[in-house]
Structure formats: C-alpha cells, structure tokens
C-alpha cells in the first residue's frame, strides 16, 4: 500500500520560512508528478507547486519567487521550501503524486499539514 507523510509544517512570522518535506514509501515501480496542494479555510484546494519526474516545475503565481519544489528521486521525496511568508500563505498543506503501481497510475495525497503565517 502507497503512503505519502508529510512533515515540517507548523507557525512562522511573516517574512520568515519553514520547509514542507513528503516521502512516499510502499510498493511503487515510478513516481511521475509530485506536487503541493493547498485548502485555506471556506476555500477550495489549489496547486501551490508541482515537479514532474524530468525535473520541470510549476508555480502558483503568488508563490513565484517565494517557494521552490524539488525533488530526491532515490528517496521518493518532495521537498516545498517557503520563503517570505505571507499570512495569506495559511492554510492546511497537501502532498500528492502520481504513482505508478503495479501497471496503472493513481493520484494519493497525504494527510495534511498545517502552515500558519502570523503578521
């Protein structure tokens, strides 16, 4: 069974910075996408980063410049470190990934973590 933990979330000043890091542990033969997701309160989910397996990245524009997303393929980890946090920056963070197990691909997320950005 494919698991995604999360870990490195919790409260920092604005202007300061934490570092998100998921490890995808089970029985996988690939990850192709991994990516950061995040829900503030009363608002939907949306894409905060993604690195496809090759290295390429995408960004939410208001975190362009800010945050960066990287990747250890050997270690099946995804890092999000966050830079000149924002308050508007708070909300609950999600890992997930495109795994590629036994001859399919299937999206997993992981559990969560909470950022908070006092002003």
């Known amino acids: 069974q494919v698991q995604l933990v999360e870990s490195g979330g919790g409260l920092a000043q604005a202007g300061g910075s934490l570092r998100l890091s998921c490890a995808a542990s089970?029985?996988?033969?690939?990850?192709?996408?991994m990516a950061w997701y995040r829900q503030a309160p009363e608002k939907e989910r949306e894409l905060v980063a993604r690195?496809?397996?090759?290295?390429?990245?995408n960004y939410a524009d208001s975190v362009k410049g800010r945050f960066t997303i990287s990747r250890d393929n050997a270690e099946n980890t995804v890092l999000l470190q966050m830079n000149s946090l924002k308050p508007e920056d708070t909300a609950v963070y999600y890992c997930?990934?495109?795994?590629?197990?036994?001859?399919?691909?299937?999206?997993?997320w992981g559990q969560g973590t909470q950022v908070t950005v006092s002003s």
């Open positions: 997930n990934a495109l795994i590629k197990v036994q001859s399919t691909f299937r999206n997993y």
């Open positions: 690195i496809i397996s090759g290295g390429s990245t």
């Open positions: 089970g029985n996988m033969l690939s990850i192709n996408v």
